[in-house]
């Protein structure tokens, strides 16, 4: 029998089915006024080709109906586009994490867009069955009231849709969000910068987080899935907490407080309290007490990581100073080695189901004579 394995690429789209996908609820193309403006004028500029009916009979009718169709298009492209913006579900409905990500990168100015759009929309709309009127009966005047259409249309966006610009933030939030099943297991990877986080997901998940050799540097929140027997795993790869309040963190910094904050799931805190860490070991505890103020310390499984360049004394060292915090049990663990990776996996999964009223650590049990402290993943 083999061991605890990423899934394949196949695997994990059989995985996904109950996967709820940001991007499936929130489909916005980045858009500006100018933008918006060429376009228009694009398509005011088409030519029109006018079949003859009883409508466009005459001279004087068929030039006011050719200007009547030019002002239906704009009318047709702004209501379309702006019709979009207006419909995106409100950030009530999305779940929680979702939500508090959108808030996050539109500044709170989502629901605002929403409700600019709905009402510009509205506008144009009574504008248009004026002047659609006000064209067709025009005669020599219908190019004159189709531009001052045009003109009227172009103001209201720019001066009523002020928060336009933050579909540039909503489009790429909802590109790179990933997708999350609610119903599985969920396990949120934490800690300071540097203590190898996206070594340990990169090791027992699909996921490949980009980072670079200095702090700060996972990009975004990371969901990789791990495969224990019949049971699929959720590992989210966070940016690290920093020990200072919530608003005076980054955006990078606040997505991962939203993540613990709204997830149902348990927390792995990675500690390096080796020598050359990029941060001491008081440093890291006082993050901790902020992880464990936003997600409750019940959540948390320490993980003492990188013990294969910890000298020994200095480990059992700051096992005693967390013990003395109230952490009578913790792991230890090389990411880099695959040391205790799988039991800090299986660790996290029996906390999941003693809070959370579920029986997935039933199912590994099946697998439990795979797993042992050294395993690695198996290719796929």
Known sequence: ??????????????????????????????????????????????????PKSPESRGRSKRVAFRYMVKAEKVFQYIAVTLGKLARLPPTSSLNPFYAELVKIATNGMYDELRR????????????WREYRERILGGGVNAKKFSTEFI?????????????????????????????????????????????????????????KPRTSPYPFTT?????????????????????????????????????????LQHLKAVALYLIDASRDSYYTLEQQLRVLKTVEGVVGKDRVILVFNKVDKTEKEVLENAKGVVNAMGYSRCLEMSALLGVNVWAAVVEA??????????????LLSLYSSSITSNSGPSSS
Not at 349 to 362: C, P
């Open 151 to 207: 003109g009227r249309v172009l103001s209201i966006v720019r001066r009523k849709v002020r928060a336009l610009s933050i579909t540039q933030s909503i489009s790429y939030i909802a590109r790179t969000t990933p997708c999350i099943d609610f119903e599985k297991p969920l396990v949120i990877v934490s800690g300071m910068p540097q203590v190898g986080k996206s070594t340990f997901v990169s090791r027992v998940s699909t996921a």
């Open 1 to 50: 029998m083999t061991g605890p394995r990423p899934l394949s690429r196949g695997s994990i789209a059989m995985s996904s089915e109950g996967a709820v996908c940001l991007r499936d609820y929130i489909d916005v193309e980045p858009l500006t006024y100018e933008a918006i403006r060429k376009r228009v004028l694009e398509i005011y500029r088409e030519r029109v080709k006018i």
């Open 349 to 362: 999964i029996n906390l999941y189901d003693k809070l959370f009223g579920t029986r997935f650590s039933e």
């Open 219 to 259: 990009k975004n929140v990371v969901i990789g899935h791990v495969k224990l027997g019949d049971v699929v795993i959720q590992v989210m790869d966070t940016p690290g907490i920093l020990d200072r309040p919530l608003e005076e963190m980054n955006e990078i910094e606040r997505k991962a407080v939203a993540a």
């Open 116 to 127: 600019e759009a709905s009402r510009v929309v509205k506008i144009v709309s009574g504008m």
